[in-house]
C-alpha cells in the first residue's frame, strides 16, 4: 500500500486512503513501522542473527568430523 503512494505521490495520501477506505491512521502506522520497528520485531532480528551464528558453526563443526 506505501508502494502505491510513494510511487503516486501526485494522487495524494488522504484521497487514496479514503477511496480504498483505509484509515489514514493505519497508513502513517505502517510507514512508522518500516522506519521504527517495534519491541518484537527487533527482538525476532536478533534472534534470527543469533540463530545463524549457532548455524553456521554447527555447519563448521560438522565439517571439521566434531559435530
Do not use: F
Amino acid at each position: 500500500m506505501t508502494a502505491l503512494i510513494d510511487e503516486h505521490p501526485h494522487l495524494g495520501v488522504e484521497p487514496v486512503l479514503r477511496e480504498l477506505n483505509i484509515p489514514s491512521s493505519t497508513y502513517y502506522r505502517w510507514r512508522q513501522a518500516k522506519t521504527e520497528p517495534c519491541e518484537r520485531h527487533r527482538r525476532d532480528a536478533d534472534t534470527a542473527a543469533q540463530q545463524a551464528i549457532v548455524s553456521d558453526c554447527t555447519t563448521a563443526l560438522s565439517r571439521l568430523g566434531l559435530g
